[in-house]
């Protein structure tokens, strides 16, 4: 099973800021690694599919990068509905697995 | 607009049945591939199961091989999963999802969750 390892695990940040979200695979994964945005009491979002490729209607603020091992999540720019939990995602073999989140608080 | 609503959650006691349901509507669903993603408590996600859009392929996560089955009716746009006998520690709030038209392992849309406690 791959194991998806997400730091910081928790990020404290402000409005307007910039954060870099890490994802660190326990193999490759080649680029088959996706993002996803959590809220309390919402379903997951999909933010980035296959590394890079934002998905439909995500803002441009939103970028991924990365390919193998190693895998960043980029918001240029936080706005406060960004503020929330971030999860990693391996499509690469099976099992499926998540990262254990890196939750975004607001500073 | 794609919409996924499960059902049939609730309690259920340890060793018995439950079968969550999940209608998908304003998409072709017969198009595309399907998993069931549980949450529990103030934890992370955890994938549980895969189908393929033609219902002949599947997948499970080891924690629940065995017990539970994915299935789907493609002429009634409606995914579901039966648990059998189900442990504490499959209570969770279940999710329906869409895999991604590109990449149907990565999940483009989600349904509200369907909350599963089981008691022993």
């Known amino acids: 099973e791959i194991v998806l390892t997400q730091s910081p695990a928790t990020l404290s940040l402000s409005p307007g800021e910039r954060a870099t979200l890490s994802c660190r695979a326990s193999q490759s994964v080649s680029s088959y690694l996706a993002w996803y945005q959590q809220k309390p009491g919402q379903a997951p979002r999909l933010l980035i599919y296959?590394?890079?490729n934002r998905a439909t209607g995500i803002p441009a603020r939103f970028s991924g990068s990365g390919s193998g091992t190693d895998f960043t999540l980029t918001i240029s720019s936080l706005e406060p509905e960004d503020f929330a939990v971030y999860y990693c995602q391996q499509r690469n073999n099976w099992p499926l697995t998540f990262g254990g989140g890196t939750k975004m608080e607001i500073k | 607009e794609v919409q996924l609503l499960e059902s049939g959650g609730g309690l259920v006691q340890s060793g018995g049945s439950l079968r969550l349901s999940c209608a998908a509507s304003g998409f072709t669903f017969s198009s595309y591939a399907m998993s069931w993603v549980r949450q529990s408590p103030g934890k992370g996600l955890e994938w549980v199961s895969f189908i393929s859009a033609s219902g002949i392929t599947t997948y499970y996560a080891d924690s629940v091989k065995g017990r539970f089955t994915i299935s789907r009716d493609n002429s009634k746009n409606t995914l579901y999963l039966q648990l059998n006998s189900p442990r504490a520690e499959d209570t969770a709030v279940y999710y329906c999802?869409?895999?991604?038209?590109?990449?149907?392992?990565?999940?483009?849309?989600w349904g509200q969750g369907a909350l599963v406690t089981v008691s022993s």
């Open positions: 999802a869409r895999g991604a038209a590109v990449a149907s392992r990565h999940l483009d849309s």
């Open positions: 296959d590394a890079s």
